[in-house]
């Protein structure tokens, strides 16, 4: 199965940019949302690319 494949199978999370960033080739802003799964939203939150999520 390919990658793309893979990724549509597992759920995706949308996440707000914290840096500039690549994403799928397209050049992405601060403060834009992108879609993700789970192991690369951990790894944008390590690299801090990511806004970490809040809790009320």
């Known amino acids: 199965m390919s990658g793309k494949a893979q990724e549509q199978k ?17 050049p992405k802003k601060p ?11 951990q790894r944008l939150e390590e690299r801090e690319i990511i806004e970490k999520a809040t809790t009320n």
Do not use: D
Request: glycine share 8%; net charge positive; charged share 45%.
């Open 10 to 26: 597992e759920k995706l999370i949308e996440v707000t940019l914290a840096k500039p960033h690549t994403h799928k080739g397209e």
């Open 31 to 41: 403060g834009e949302k992108i879609k993700v799964n789970a192991r690369r939203k």
